[in-house]
Every structure is written in structure tokens, then in C-alpha cells.
């Protein structure tokens, strides 16, 4: 086993938040399910990653209940389950750990949100000598505010500003900023065609 699928924040707090019905795909936890079913048909080591603002008083507050895997996602037994308060999935984990003693040199990255924890995640693995695979299709994120626009804005008020940056196009720039440079960028319908999987 020298690969591992690291599942990033696919978790209720996400549904629970004011920004959810802006998410690029509302369906991810049937795709990221996808990936997991081909990590464990190959005897890959899979990785659950939650979120967690222990005090902040919103959906990624443990304390709220909502710090757990999406519904429809189920971690078998023995499957890690590491909490992080960074964006990257190493910085307050033990995550490198783990895969250091599990003899893994290969990470495949999905999860929420594409450009932030995802991301910082390819990103930091590759700087510490990962080769990673990023599965864009089975990643979610939602449009980006300008920076200069007014905070506590509603989504729709947020949808109707032109200089938002809508969903579509923040998964494009993460694509071309990633590939050849810290991941290789793919799809899971690539990566369920080249496994050979039984239906």
C-alpha cells in the first residue's frame, strides 16, 4: 500500500451553512463514494478529513454537530479520521505520520472546496514529496466574492455582482494552477476506466 485517497471536508457543516445552495455540485458525496470504492478495491489506504472551528459558534463548531462526514459517506473500519484546523490537511494533523508508517509516497485529493483546503492540501503534499493526483470532478466549491465587495452579503445579492468569481470558473483556474506544477489533475470517470474495476 503505498497510496492513499485523502477525503478533504466533505461534511455537514458544508450543508448546513447560508452558501450551500451556491455549491457547484450538491451531489459530491456520490462521486467522492466513486473514489472511494476504487481505493479500497486497490488496497489503498483511505483518509477522512473533517474541518473544525472548536468555539466559533457556526457549522464547523464541533460542540454544533455538524463536524462529521457527509451523509451518504461512510469510513470502514480502520479508515483514519483526522480533524484539522488549517486549511491544508497536514499543518495540525498527524497526517504525514500516518502515511510515513503506512509507507505511502501517492496521494489522491477530492473533497471541499476546491481552491481552498483541496488545494492547500495538493499543494503542501507535493512540497513534501507526494506525487499527487487532484480529481477536480470530485471536488465542489461556490463563487467567490470580489474582495473589495461588502461583507454579510446574501448569496443571491452575491450571484448578481459581476465581479464575483462564479464556481466554474474557480475550478478552471485551480485546474490550470495545479497541473505540472504540484498535481495531476483528472477526472474519476479516467480513473475508474484505467482500474478495471467490476460494475
Excluded at 477522512?48 to 457556526?58: F, R, T
Excluded at 495545479?178 to 480513473?191: N, P, S, W
Amino acid at each position: 500500500m503505498n497510496r492513499a485517497l485523502i477525503v478533504i471536508d466533505v461534511q455537514e457543516s458544508f450543508r448546513a451553512g447560508p452558501q450551500w445552495e451556491a455549491i457547484s455540485d450538491p451531489g459530491i458525496a456520490g462521486k467522492v463514494n466513486r473514489l472511494v470504492r476504487l481505493a479500497r478495491h486497490a488496497g489503498d489506504l483511505v483518509v477522512w478529513v473533517l474541518h473544525s472551528e472548536p468555539g466559533s459558534g457556526g457549522p464547523f463548531d464541533p460542540a454544533l454537530g455538524q463536524v462529521r462526514p457527509m451523509a451518504g459517506l461512510e469510513p470502514a473500519e480502520g479508515e483514519p479520521l483526522i480533524v484539522k484546523t488549517s486549511h491544508n490537511a497536514f499543518t495540525t494533523t498527524n497526517l504525514q505520520q500516518l502515511l510515513t508508517e503506512r509507507g505511502v509516497h501517492e496521494l489522491t485529493v477530492c473533497g471541499i472546496r476546491t481552491e481552498q483546503c483541496v488545494e492547500t492540501t495538493a499543494r503542501v503534499g507535493s512540497d513534501l514529496g507526494y506525487r499527487v493526483t487532484f480529481v477536480t470532478d470530485a471536488t465542489a466549491t461556490g463563487p467567490i466574492p470580489h474582495r473589495d465587495a461588502p461583507p454579510g452579503r446574501g448569496v443571491a445579492e452575491m450571484l448578481a455582482d459581476p465581479l464575483t468569481l462564479p464556481a466554474a470558473e474557480v475550478v478552471r483556474r485551480t485546474e490550470y494552477a495545479l497541473a505540472g506544477r504540484f498535481a495531476t489533475v483528472t477526472t474519476v470517470d479516467r480513473l475508474e476506466a484505467g482500474a478495471g474495476l467490476p460494475a
